[in-house]
């Protein structure tokens, strides 16, 4: 479970897709988040050469497009989760850790997925 210590920044990146986090604790009540991340990743566009999960030409019509469409789905859970978080900090919310969480576990999975 990720913590978020009081007055302190934690930074999460991942190389491979070209993702940053920046979540920054300003005080009890203040939070700031700063979130890089390539359009190319949202809105559910991306070539299938992108993906090692699916650049593989040896793979059925079948695997192909399941692997596509697990690439589709954490795309969408990291892309939902991360706009949650900025609504929440938007909206003063300080409990970020859990939907934090969700999107770090989505991008994690997207980078093991990535060429």
């Not at 359009?39 to 566009?45: A, E, I, R, Y």
């Amino acid at each position: 479970m990720i913590t978020l210590p009081q007055h302190q920044s934690k930074r999460f990146h991942f190389r491979r897709l070209n993702v940053s986090i920046e979540v920054i604790r300003l005080s009890d009540r203040n939070t700031n988040v700063k979130i890089e991340m390539p359009s190319s990743l949202t809105g559910g566009g991306f070539k299938d050469s992108e993906w090692k999960e699916t650049s593989d030409e040896s793979l059925t019509r079948e695997e192909l497009s399941q692997r596509r469409h697990q690439i589709c789905n954490q795309l969408q859970i990291a892309e939902m989760s991360l706009d949650i978080l900025n609504q929440r900090v938007a909206d003063g919310e300080q409990d970020l850790e859990r939907i934090l969480q969700m999107a770090i576990e989505s991008l994690d999975e997207l980078e093991h997925m990535a060429a």
